[in-house]
């Protein structure tokens, strides 16, 4: 089966085209920021509370969020989000522009970034199995995984060269132009898009909560599902704390501090991501993924773990990669399973809870991983981080229902 084969639906390959461009405007917009953080408050507490803001509305207002896609068209909400963002970005850089620009300005335009996102990303999750046959779903979400990494291999230098040529404001405005094109692959899929089928209490619902609490019994009457959303959340802090906050030191430590082993560290987990998307979209059919997705977790961990460990530069490279390929395999299956278990008019709900599991324990855990770099050094972190994965992806595999989901 190729990889590519869900881009012979139309209203899918519009919608793909706009969101790999978004992807890449995203991370353009991720390095951006960062650097006009430096260059005006050289403060790393400030760019820090950047992310605070940003992730604050994800928590808040996710499963609002998920409620809202289930019960409104999917297509306008995401239209919306899309204009909304482009409107944002496109205020940031005419004050970046105008040297007009202040660290509040950001922090606002990080919390709308946020509470839109707690929209769009249940939307998007929800939609694509509207728009694609069951079997090629493993095609969509793996091509939808390449528009992430896409973005985050051509956005940072993209962005480095947009900084060089006309600084931080041209960044800004390219950013603002990205959300606009994706509006416009949105709008074929207005008349094109299946009608969703939803039961009447669902129509009729007139409570937001009273919806949350049923998608919330929907998670908790399936412990694959409810098994997964917290072993993501807790290695939300073993994986992403080492790979997020502790690399660079790791590098300092191993490397003497060298930035090119740094950049190319960064570049080969994306590869690997990369690597493990086309092998899982090739597939029709995804046999055993209980197993398959843990193993993957356990791989994942193995991956990192390594990087903390005194092996040769082409180890290490090859654990990078190792933990990119592992990770995009786990992170495929479970779009899958979201996708065949959970009900059509409930998956927005369902994606929005998965949501607030991603986001709810990061905070925490790039404070934790920060505490033990400086206590117990970088090159401890990764292997501590790495292992406690393993363990968890273990114990998750004594449970029967993720033992026998296929």
């Known amino acids: ?29 991720e390095v951006v920021l960062a650097w006009w953080v ?37 297509i306008p909400i995401m239209i919306l989000s899309d204009c909304l963002r482009g409107v944002v970005v496109a205020v940031v850089a005419v004050m970046a522009l105008n040297q007009t620009l202040q660290i509040w300005h950001v922090y606002l335009a990080s919390l709308i970034f946020g509470l839109v996102d707690s929209f769009f990303q249940p939307a998007y999750t929800a939609l694509v199995p509207q728009l694609i046959g069951e079997d090629d779903l493993p095609s969509a979400n793996a091509l939808s995984s390449l528009s992430a990494q896409i973005g985050r291999i051509a956005g940072p230098a993209l962005a480095a060269g947009i900084i060089a040529l006309g600084g931080t404001g041209l960044g800004f405005v390219v950013n603002a132009g990205t959300f606009f094109v994706s509006t416009l692959c949105l709008l074929p899929l207005l008349k094109r898009l299946p009608r969703l089928s939803t039961t009447s209490s669902d129509e009729q619902a007139g409570r937001i909560w009273a919806e ?4 919330i019994s929907t998670v908790l009457g399936r412990p694959i599902l ?27 430590e191993n490397f003497a501090g060298n930035v090119n082993m740094l950049g190319l560290l ?23 993924r209980g197993l398959t997705s843990y ?17 040769p530069l082409v180890v290490i490279g090859l654990a990078a ?31 929005s809870i998965d949501l607030l599991g991603s986001y709810l324990l990061l905070p925490l855990g790039f404070g934790l991983t920060g505490w033990a770099t400086d206590l117990l050094g970088a090159a401890t972190v990764f292997i501590i981080g790495g292992m406690m994965t393993v363990i968890m992806a273990g114990v998750a595999l004594l449970h029967p229902a993720i033992q026998q989901f296929d």
């Open 1 to 29: 089966m190729t990889f590519t084969r869900a881009l012979k639906y139309t209203p899918f390959a519009w919608l793909w085209s706009g969101q790999t461009l978004s992807r890449v405007g995203d991370f353009l917009y």
């Open 226 to 252: 409810w098994i997964s959303i917290l072993i993501f959340a807790m290695t939300n802090i073993t994986l992403a704390g080492p790979y997020s906050v502790a690399m660079p030191f790791l590098v300092q």
């Open 321 to 351: 990669l190792l933990n990119g390929a592992a990770l995009e395999v786990n992170s495929l299956i479970w779009t899958n399973l979201l996708q065949v278990v959970v009900p059509a008019e409930k998956l927005g709900r369902v994606a």
């Open 38 to 74: 430096l260059e005006q408050t050289g403060s790393a507490l400030q760019m820090g509370m950047v992310l605070v803001f940003s992730l604050s509305p994800m928590v808040l207002f996710s499963l609002i969020g998920g409620v809202m896609v289930d019960r409104w068209p999917r």
């Open 295 to 311: 193993l993957g977790l356990a791989l994942a961990g193995l991956g990192i773990a390594a990087l903390g460990l005194p092996l």
């Open 266 to 288: 960064y570049a080969l987990f994306p590869i690997g991501y990369v690597l493990g998307g086309i092998w899982m979209g090739r597939k029709k059919v995804i046999r055993r």
């Open 212 to 215: 949350v609490k049923e998608g």
